[in-house]
C-alpha cells in the first residue's frame, strides 16, 4: 500500500496519508512522496490546486515513533538528518509550492502533523478534530515550521502554552484563535474542502502563487520592503492573461474563464 494516495480531477491534486492503521504517522517514504508529488505539480498546467486529508480517523500523528525506538547504551539518535532531509523540504516546497493547498483536517493533527496541515493555505477541520503540539511531550522542540507558524498565527503567548504543554487544541478552538481557516462539520469536511480546491482550480493560478509569495514574505519585511514587493509582484500579475479575462469579465458583467495563465 502507497503511503500517500494520488489522484487528480479538475486540476485538483489530492493527496491522502495512508497509514490509517498508524494514524497517519510520518515515515520517510511518506515524506518523500508528498515532497516528489508537490514538485511534479509545480510545472504541472493540469494541477491548480491542491488538496491534502488523511485517509481514516486521524490526520497525522507525527513521525512514527515506532521507528525511533533506541536501545539502552546505543548512541543518540542525529535528528537534524531527518529535518534537514525529509521534513524541511516538505514545508518548503508546500509553501513555495505557487498553487494553493487546501488542507482537510480529518482528525488528530499532532507533531510535524500539525504542522504540515498549517504550512497548507486553507485549513478546514472537521469538528472532532483536534491539533497538538506534541513534541514537549517526548522532549522534543515543535518543528515542521511550528515555531515560526504558531506565534506569527496566534500570538507569542498561545503559541508558548500550546508548545510546552502539548495539549489538544479543538478544531473550534484554532478557528477562533485565527490557526486556521475554519471548522466545519464531520460530515460536510471533505465535501466543502473538495468544493474550496475546485473553486480555487478554477481561478488566477499565476495570481494566487504571487499572493502567497506576497503574503508569506511579508512577517519577515517591513512596509518599505513589502511595497517593492507588491510592486514587483503586481508587475507580474498584470502580465497574465487571467488578469486581462479578469477585467474584460468584470467590464462585460459575466463571469470569468480564468486559465490559470
Ligand atoms: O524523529 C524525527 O525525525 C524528528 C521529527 C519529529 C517530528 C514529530 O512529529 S515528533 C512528534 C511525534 N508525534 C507524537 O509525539 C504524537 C504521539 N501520539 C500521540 O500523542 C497520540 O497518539 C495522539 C494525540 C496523536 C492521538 O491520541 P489518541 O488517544 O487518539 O490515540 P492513541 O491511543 O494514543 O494512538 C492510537 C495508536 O496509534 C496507538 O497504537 P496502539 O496502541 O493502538 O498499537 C499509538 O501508539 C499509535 N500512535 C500514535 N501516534 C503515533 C503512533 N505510533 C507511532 N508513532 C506515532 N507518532
Known amino acids: 500500500m502507497s503511503a500517500v494516495l494520488i489522484s487528480s480531477d479538475g486540476g485538483v491534486l ?22 516528489e508529488a508537490l514538485d511534479r505539480a509545480i510545472d504541472d498546467g493540469r494541477v491548480r490546486a491542491v488538496l491534502l486529508t488523511g485517509a481514516g480517523k486521524a490526520f497525522c500523528a507525527g513521525q512514527d515513533l515506532s521507528l525511533r525506538r533506541q536501545d ?3 548512541a543518540p539518535l542525529d535528528l537534524s538528518v531527518s529535518l534537514g532531509s525529509n521534513y524541511n523540504p516538505l514545508i518548503r516546497r508546500m509553501r513555495e509550492l505557487p498553487k ?4 482537510a483536517v480529518n482528525g488528530v493533527a499532532a507533531g510535524a502533523g500539525a504542522n504540515i496541515a498549517l504550512a497548507c493555505d486553507l485549513v478546514l477541520a472537521a469538528r472532532s478534530a483536534s491539533f497538538v503540539q506534541a513534541f514537549s511531550k517526548i522532549g522534543l522542540v515543535p518543528d515542521s515550521g511550528g515555531t515560526y507558524f504558531l506565534p506569527r498565527l496566534v500570538g507569542m503567548a498561545r503559541a508558548m502554552g500550546l508548545a510546552l504543554l ?18 466545519v462539520d464531520d460530515d460536510a469536511l471533505l465535501i466543502e474542502a473538495a468544493e474550496l480546491a475546485r473553486a480555487l482550480a478554477s481561478g488566477p493560478t499565476r495570481g494566487y502563487g504571487l499572493l502567497k509569495k506576497a503574503l508569506y514574505a511579508s512577517p519577515g519585511n517591513l512596509l518599505d520592503a513589502q511595497l517593492d514587493l507588491e510592486r514587483d509582484l ?5 502580465f497574465t492573461e487571467d488578469y486581462r479575462e479578469g477585467v474584460a469579465a468584470f467590464l462585460e458583467k459575466r463571469a470569468p474563464q480564468f486559465k490559470g495563465k
Open 72 to 74: 539502552p547504551g546505543a
Open 14 to 35: 489530492s493527496l491522502t496519508l495512508n497509514r490509517p492503521d498508524r494514524l497517519n504517522a510520518c515515515t520517510p517514504e511518506m515524506l518523500a512522496a508528498l515532497r
Open 234 to 238: 503586481q508587475r507580474q500579475a498584470g
Open 100 to 103: 494553493p493547498i487546501v488542507c
Open 166 to 183: 502539548g495539549e489538544r487544541l479543538s478544531a473550534e478552538d484554532a478557528e477562533h484563535w485565527g490557526l486556521i481557516w475554519k471548522a
